[in-house]
């Protein structure tokens, strides 16, 4: 047995079932030893998509996903995935090669210290010099990337450790674990805060977004019936559709559901991550906030929490709602606003200008996705415009990253929520700038067979810069480019593409696409103009009522 045979051995005892991946010569032994084992190799035309794809197993599933790359220029592609799991707590091993460590039959070539480069990148990176170590080191890395808060985790392999012998040492094996619910008295302490609160609002940050704790989480907002919005990543953690839903803060102040966050005189925020752009400012006269989390709150500028709840957060959340239902005659105090903003937000989502206004693009995509269809976005304006207007109805429904905000994710989450998720249907929406950043990948997502439609919206722009840049009073310069026929793009990898013509076929368009299976794109015109209409101009004017 050689080292590489251990490593693939322990990934197998993880329930590894994929490894993402670009391999080099470093890899080949442990390359070898996956082509023995149950764990299928999924090559990717860059390491950087491999790394967003095994994030977004982790962030979808719980379980850390594998990337594998080659050393040096091979590892240094996926650094941009590393700090995606790191920002966004997605759990993710990453398996790099390097040269061997006993000899240095190559001296230095493509030798890069990824160590060092992957240490402020992730949990944990480290190099495995010894094959006897291989189980332990293994199991540590998944516990460390799964555990709270989840993130990355980096193994770096040294080829002579892959290819040599390996003596006989034992799996780790793994085992569930409960983690500690909040104290009773810091229950207490909360229970008191909410009770005494004259206008409660619960808001649902990144982890409450956990795939294992929708359950729960739903059940508390529906026994304390105080109404909630969520934060960008915090989206679709409890059915949106509920009469308790008041909106998203997709920008930080001023949005239409600011009017009931500034208003409110305790937010109960779950799950609240101050790596998401702040969903509101706190400031010495606004309400207090209670932080619900499974690590105690990191203190910022704009968020300091007056009191905490810190433990496992669905029993947590459960002991909760047992000190409190049925006791909260104030619980809905805020409701009232709720139409008038859901309203606002809706204005404007049939109107049949061409090219289509991003309100109309995320009401069309509602219609054809059934409660279940997974959206998952890159990053662009419509990331705004969809997290404002968007409404999820099942958990994990609207994937986006509010955290490290990295162009290129897009289309390989949604190949990855495909993979997992293969009679559901998956949306990838992205900008002409973005998906020509892992385009690439088409050709992957075709080899795997997924059935998959990708979204194109072209303004033939950086089209958010372009915006701030207009916002911020600078001249329009530097934010335009060119793009290629995307029909006859798709067309080369040997898939369907279409475009939209006209403001009512966005909707005919995406069902043929999806009903036609397969991988497809469809192009669309975007016009950004409601951009500076909604969301500086109105947002700003007294057309707002109670602005604070
Ligand atoms: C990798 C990366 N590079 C640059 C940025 C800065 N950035 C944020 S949005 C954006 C423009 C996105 O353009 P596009 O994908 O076409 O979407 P649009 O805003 O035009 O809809 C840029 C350059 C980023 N977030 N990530
Ligand atoms: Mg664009």
Not at 74 to 84: S, V
Not at 221 to 235: A, D, E, S, Y
Not at 305 to 315: F, I, K, M, T
Not at 330 to 341: F, P, T
Request: with cysteine.
């Amino acid at each position: 047995m050689k080292g590489a045979d251990l490593l693939v051995a322990a990934l197998e005892n993880e329930g590894v079932q994929h490894i993402f991946g670009v391999p080099g010569e470093e890899n080949l032994d442990v390359v070898d030893a996956l082509r023995r084992s149950r764990i299928s190799l999924v090559v990717t035309r860059h390491e950087q998509a491999a790394a967003f794809m095994a994030a977004t197993h982790g962030r979808l599933t719980g379980r850390a996903g594998v990337c594998l790359s080659t050393l040096g220029p091979g590892a240094l592609n996926l650094t941009t995935g590393a700090a995606f799991a790191l920002l966004g707590a997605m759990p993710m091993v990453m398996i790099t090669g390097q040269k061997g460590i006993l000899s240095r039959k190559q001296a230095r070539f493509q030798v890069v210290d990824m160590v060092s480069t992957m240490t402020p990148l992730t949990k944990m990176a480290h190099q495995i010099v010894s094959p006897a170590t291989i189980p332990s080191i293994v199991r540590e890395a998944f516990r460390v990337a799964q555990q709270e808060r989840p993130g990355p985790v980096h193994l770096e392999l040294p080829e002579d450790i892959a290819g040599g012998a390996a003596p006989e040492v034992p799996l780790v094996m793994t085992h569930p674990i409960d983690l500690p619910v909040a104290h009773p008295a810091a229950l207490e302490r909360a229970a008191e805060l909410i009770l005494k609160a004259e206008r409660p609002l619960v808001m649902l940050g990144a982890a409450a977004n956990r795939p294992r704790l929708a359950d729960a989480l739903s059940d508390f907002v529906k026994r304390l019936q105080i109404p909630f919005f969520n934060t960008q990543m915090g989206k679709g953690a409890v059915a949106g559709g509920s009469e308790l839903y008041m909106g998203t803060a997709a920008l930080s102040a001023r949005d239409y559901v600011h009017r009931a966050i500034d208003r409110a005189d305790l937010i109960i925020a779950i799950g609240h991550d101050t790596v998401e752009k702040p969903p509101f400012l706190m400031g010495p006269d606004g309400p207090k906030v209670l932080h619900v989390g499974y690590l105690p709150a990191t203190v910022e500028e704009v968020f300091f929490p007056n009191a905490e709840l810190v433990g496992d957060v669905g029993p947590s959340l459960t002991l909760l709602a047992d000190r409190l239902e049925g006791k909260l005659s104030r619980a809905g105090a805020l409701l009232g606003l709720r139409d008038e903003i859901l309203a606002r937000i809706a204005r404007r989502a049939t109107e049949a200008r061409y090219p289509l206004i991003p309100q109309r693009i995320v009401h069309d995509v509602r219609q054809v996705m059934p409660e279940d269809g997974i959206v998952c976005l890159d990053n662009g304006m419509y990331k705004i415009w969809f997290a404002r207007n968007y409404r999820t109805h099942v958990a994990n429904t609207l994937l986006l990253d509010n955290a490290l905000a990295t162009m290129g994710a897009g289309l390989p989450s949604a190949m990855m929520a495909a993979m997992l998720h293969p009679t559901r249907r998956v949306l990838a929406v992205c900008g002409d700038g973005g998906f020509m950043m892992n385009s690439q990948e088409l050709e992957t997502a075709a080899r795997l067979r997924l059935n998959l439609v990708v979204l194109g919206l072209q303004d033939y722009a950086f089209g958010m810069i372009r915006w701030k840049q207009a916002a911020d009073g600078f001249a329009d310069f530097g934010m335009t480019f060119g793009n290629p026929d995307f029909v006859a793009y798709a067309r080369a990898y040997h898939l369907k593409g279409s475009r939209v013509e006209s403001a009512d076929g966005l909707v005919p368009t995406l069902e043929a696409a999806f009903a036609g299976g397969g991988v497809h794109l469809v192009c669309v015109p975007v016009d950004y103009s409601e951009n500076m209409r909604v969301l500086i101009d109105e947002l700003r004017s007294d057309e707002l009522p109670n602005q604070a």
